[in-house]
C-alpha cells in the first residue's frame, strides 16, 4: 500500500516589483493576489522576492544583486518554480531561466493553466487552448528544450507538455483551427440564447472569487459549483429563476482579474456575450476584501471592452459577514480616519449615494439581507418586462399589477 504523502503541492516563490507605477502597498497586494493563483494551482509559496526599480530589467526583469539572491534561495531550498507578477517577454524568459536552472512562469502563465485546469467542457477547453497556443507562439525558440527538462506541474498542462516539438507553422495551423472551431461553436450558443424565448435576461458579473456562484445557487436553488478558489466557474451556467411570479434567466459567468491576460479576453469573448445581451448586471463585490474598489474598477474596465459599461446595473455588496473594518484606539491621537475604518452602514451609505441606490448588501452564504435582494431584482426585472412587452399584461396580469 502506498504512503499518502502530506501534500503534493509544488514548492514556489514569488518575484515582484515595486516601480513608480506600482507603490509597495500595490506591489504587496498583487502579490498576495499572485499567492491566492499560486495556491489555486497547486502551489506551495515558500518566499516573496520584491525590489524597487523604476522599469522591469528588459534582460532578466530583476537586477542582478537581487537575481543572486534568489538563485541562492532556489539552490539552498530545491524550488520549483518561480512565478513573476508581470508577463515576462521571451527572451527574459530564457535569461532566467538559463540562471536559475527551474521552471520559470509568469503571471499570464500561472492564470493559463489555471483555466486550463478548471475547464471541463470541451468549450471551454477549447477556448483555453487557444489562448495557450497563442501565448506559446512567440516563446517556442526557448521553450521546448526547458519542457524536455521539466515537464509537468504549474504552467505545463495543456499544449506544451504534449507537444514538444511542434514547430512553429504547427502552432499558428492549431491556432487557425481552434479559431474555426470556435466560430462554430459560437453561431451554435448564438442559436442556443435566439431560442430562449423573449425572458428578461440577468447576468452576474464581478471579480474572480467574490461569492457569485453561490449568489447563483441561493437565488435558482441550483446546485452550481462553487469553491473558495479562483476562477472556480469557467463555463457560463444559465438557470431559469422565478421571484414572487415574475421568470427570467439568470447567468453566472467567470469571473474577472486585474491584469487579465488578452489571449483570455478574447477567446472567451463569446462566453462574455451572455454579458453583452443582458438586460440586467448585478456585479458582485467582495466587500470584506480591502481593495474591493479596485476590483470594481478592474470588472468596469472588461465591462468596457465589451461594451456593457452602460448597461443596468445592481451593485450587490457580498460577504458583509466577514467584514472587519479597522479601529482606532480611543487615546489614539495621530491615525487618521480612513476608508478602512468605515462600518457596513458606512458602506452603504457611500454607495447607495454613488449608484442612486442601486446598491445592496448581503451574505449570500448566511443568507443575510436576502429577501430585500430579491425584491430590488424582481423590480428591476419587472421594470424592463412592462417597457419591453407593455401590451402583454393579460399573459401575466400579476406582474403588471401586483408585488412579490
Request: glycine share 4%.
Amino acid at each position: 500500500m502506498l504512503e499518502k504523502k502530506e501534500h503534493d503541492y509544488e514548492r514556489v516563490i514569488l518575484i515582484g516589483l515595486i516601480t513608480k507605477l506600482q507603490n509597495e502597498d500595490k506591489s504587496k497586494e498583487y502579490l498576495d493576489e499572485l499567492e491566492f493563483l499560486a495556491y489555486t494551482a497547486g502551489g506551495e509559496v515558500l518566499k516573496r522576492f520584491t525590489q524597487k526599480l523604476e522599469m522591469p530589467n528588459p534582460k532578466t526583469f530583476i537586477g542582478t544583486g537581487k537575481m543572486e539572491e534568489v538563485l541562492a534561495f532556489v539552490q539552498d531550498n530545491e524550488v520549483g518554480t518561480a512565478i513573476f507578477d508581470d508577463e515576462l517577454s521571451p527572451a527574459q524568459q530564457k535569461n532566467i531561466e538559463k540562471i536559475l536552472r527551474c521552471k520559470i512562469i509568469d503571471r499570464t502563465n500561472l492564470i493559463l493553466d489555471i483555466f486550463a485546469q478548471r475547464a471541463t467542457t470541451s468549450y471551454a477547453r477549447t477556448q483555453v487552448e487557444l489562448a495557450q497556443y497563442e501565448y506559446l507562439l512567440p516563446r517556442l525558440a526557448g521553450m521546448w528544450t526547458h519542457l524536455e527538462r521539466q515537464r509537468g506541474g504549474i504552467g505545463m498542462r495543456g499544449p506544451g507538455e504534449t507537444e514538444i516539438e511542434t514547430d512553429r507553422r504547427i502552432v499558428r495551423d492549431r491556432i487557425a483551427l481552434l479559431k474555426k472551431k470556435l466560430e462554430s461553436i459560437d453561431k451554435q450558443m448564438a442559436v442556443q440564447r435566439g431560442n430562449r424565448g423573449s425572458l428578461v435576461r440577468v447576468a452576474l458579473v464581478g471579480y474572480t472569487n467574490v461569492g457569485k456562484s453561490t449568489l447563483m445557487n441561493v437565488i435558482s436553488k441550483s446546485e452550481v459549483f462553487a469553491e473558495n478558489k479562483l476562477f472556480a466557474t469557467l463555463d457560463t451556467t444559465v438557470r431559469k429563476v422565478v421571484i414572487g411570479n415574475l421568470p427570467f434567466l439568470l447567468s453566472d459567468t467567470v469571473g474577472f482579474i486585474r491584469k487579465l491576460p488578452t489571449q483570455l479576453v478574447e477567446s472567451f469573448k463569446s462566453t462574455l456575450d451572455e454579458v453583452r445581451e443582458a438586460d440586467l448586471l448585478l456585479h458582485v463585490v467582495d466587500i470584506s476584501h480591502p481593495s474591493f474598489e479596485d476590483h470594481i474598477e478592474s470588472v468596469n474596465q472588461i465591462l468596457d471592452e465589451i461594451k456593457s459599461r452602460n448597461k443596468p446595473t445592481l451593485m450587490v455588496f457580498n460577504k458583509i459577514d466577514a467584514y472587519h473594518p479597522e479601529t482606532i484606539a480611543e487615546d489614539d491621537l495621530v491615525t487618521e480616519r480612513t476608508e478602512a475604518h468605515f462600518s457596513i452602514q458606512e458602506w452603504e451609505d457611500t454607495w447607495m449615494a454613488r449608484t442612486h441606490g442601486d446598491s445592496i448588501f448581503i451574505s449570500a452564504v448566511n443568507k443575510e439581507n436576502l429577501e430585500n435582494f430579491r425584491k430590488m431584482v424582481y423590480e428591476k426585472v419587472r421594470k424592463i418586462h412592462i417597457t419591453r412587452f407593455p401590451y402583454n399584461n393579460f399573459l401575466y396580469p400579476e406582474i403588471y399589477h401586483e408585488e412579490p
